[in-house]
């Protein structure tokens, strides 16, 4: 339930106002030296800075618990634990009786009769996805040395290519935006995937809907591709390292890397959680009335969200990778 992999795999725990975060990582090799790894970067472009994010400012310290050695990874499961700092539960105290539209607080009570975290959603918040970054910061760093690269971007905001207008405006009113962020993969190599239910759309799939807010995935040419002929969609093949003339199926074929660039869009709904009053159901006098949510929350998450895209499809590659070396051993020894 909360695991993610098969050989390379991450557990998840914690709450966004409890104490911290804590992942154990599996799969690991032994010898990767912790210091020589840039955890930093990624972590600060997952929190916020830009206009349009929370106020809240967390500076993620890690600790390393199990599975180092002399600054080293030994082999066995490496546990970090980022401490929370910059909270204010008090902020949430008013979502007991009054879940906030479009938000898990009312389906997460019912689910656990009421014995959930409601401080900031709990570990249905998005703070859990400082533990997406550092898995797939590591997952990414071992990536690189097989040549493969990861690069994600924010595309639309509100819909539009030139958001910045419509950000502001949002802003103003005590609103939110949703957005898309689109992934760029280059140097997998090809047949990595595993048929019937591990292909690498399905996998990257799971993963990718696991992040708060995403609520859309296209691989490729997505829906435009469903409305093309046969003859416009399929990608001809122009040379024995697997390139392909056109690339609308985003580099993936029969669950399958092809060789080409595998490219997908996430689709992230707008924050749930708006100053602007809107409609709301109180739980204890069993009547609708106007709820203004108040605290520090993201007008725009989607801009933090590029580097949590690119650890979690870092996350699934690397696992598919260890899987795919597995296999070729088996056939060697054969």
């Not at 180092?68 to 490496?78: E, F, I, M, N, S």
């Not at 009769?113 to 071992?142: E, I, W, Y």
């Not at 056109?246 to 890397?257: D, Q």
Request: glycine share 12%.
């Amino acid at each position: 339930m909360n695991t993610l992999g098969n050989i390379f795999r991450l557990t998840l725990s914690g709450e966004s106002h409890g104490l911290g975060i804590l992942l154990t990582l599996e799969g690991l090799p032994p010898g990767i030296a912790l210091d020589s790894v840039d955890f930093a970067t990624p972590l600060a472009r997952r929190r916020a800075a830009e206009k349009g994010t929370t106020p809240r400012k967390e500076t993620d310290q890690l600790q390393f618990l199990t599975g180092v050695y002399k600054g080293c990874t030994t082999g066995a499961p490496l546990s970090i634990f980022v401490t929370n700092n910059d909270t204010h539960p008090q902020d949430y105290e008013q979502f007991m009786d009054i879940p906030r539209p479009g938000h898990a607080d009312f389906v997460v009570r019912s689910k656990y009769f009421s014995h959930s975290d409601p401080r900031g959603g709990g570990m249905f918040s998005g703070r859990l996805t400082v533990a997406l970054v550092l898995a797939g910061t590591l997952a990414r760093t071992l990536l690189l040395k097989k040549g493969i690269s990861i690069e994600a971007k924010v595309d639309t905001i509100g819909g539009r290519k030139d958001w910045e207008a419509i950000l502001q405006d949002a802003i103003r009113d005590g609103d939110s935006l949703g957005g898309t962020v689109v992934c760029n993969i280059e140097g997998v190599h090809i047949g990595l995937g595993e048929p019937f239910f591990y292909s690498l759309e399905s996998l990257l799939s799971h993963a990718l809907f696991s992040i708060p807010g995403v609520r859309a995935l296209e691989f490729g040419n997505g829906f435009e591709g469903c409305a093309m002929r046969g003859s416009e969609f399929n990608d001809p093949l122009v040379a024995t390292d697997g390139t392909t003339r056109t690339n609308h199926c985003g580099g993936i074929v029969g669950g399958l890397s092809n060789g080409n660039p595998i490219q997908f869009t996430v689709g992230f709904r707008p924050a749930a959680s708006i100053a602007k009053p809107q409609s709301a159901f109180n739980l204890r006098t069993q009547t609708e009335e106007t709820l203004s949510v108040k605290g520090r929350h993201d007008p725009c998450f989607v801009l933090r969200c590029p580097v949590i895209v690119e650890s979690v499809a870092a996350m699934v590659l690397y696992d598919l990778e260890l899987m795919y070396g597995s296999q070729r051993l088996a056939f060697e020894c054969t």
